[in-house]
Nanobody
Framework: QVQLVESGGGLVQTGGSLRLACAAS????????MGWFRRAPGKERYFVGG????????VYADSVKGRFTISKDNAKNTIYLQMNSLEPEDTAVYYC???????????????????WGQGTQVTVSS
């Protein structure tokens, strides 16, 4: 079992920045990809971005490309989502997820991820 806990959410004004963190604990597996998803009010959960185990491969949704950056610290079993130039449309609950079947391929599909955190709320005021 892998437990994922997100942190760093909050309220920020348009144009501001936040950094989310996702810490993995329990029986973690080496060489797995990680992803970030978000669910806006009244909508389904959609892919934001992901990162391979090595950290060299990153994938982003078009809506956040150039504004969000994913990084990781394998020694701390933690991934980060740096969010800059935030917009009201970014308001959502943000989830991290682990794909233990893949080390290098970053999937955009939620079905590829076996473990999920409980989410952290990000609210961007206009």
């Amino acid at each position: 079992q892998v437990q994922l806990v997100e942190s760093g959410g909050g309220l920020v004004q348009t144009g501001g920045s936040l950094r989310l963190a996702c810490a993995a604990s329990g029986r973690t597996f080496s060489n797995y990809a990680m992803g970030w998803f978000r669910r806006a009010p009244g909508k389904e959960r959609y892919f934001v971005g992901g990162i391979s185990w090595s950290g060299r491969n990153t994938v982003y949704a078009d809506s956040v490309k150039g504004r969000f950056t994913i990084s990781k610290d394998n020694a701390k079993n933690t991934i980060y989502l740096q969010m800059n130039s935030l917009e009201p449309e970014d308001t959502a609950v943000y989830y991290c997820a682990a794909d233990v079947s893949s080390a290098t391929y970053v999937s955009r599909s939620s079905g590829s991820y076996e473990y999920w955190g409980q989410g952290t709320q990000v609210t961007v005021s206009s």
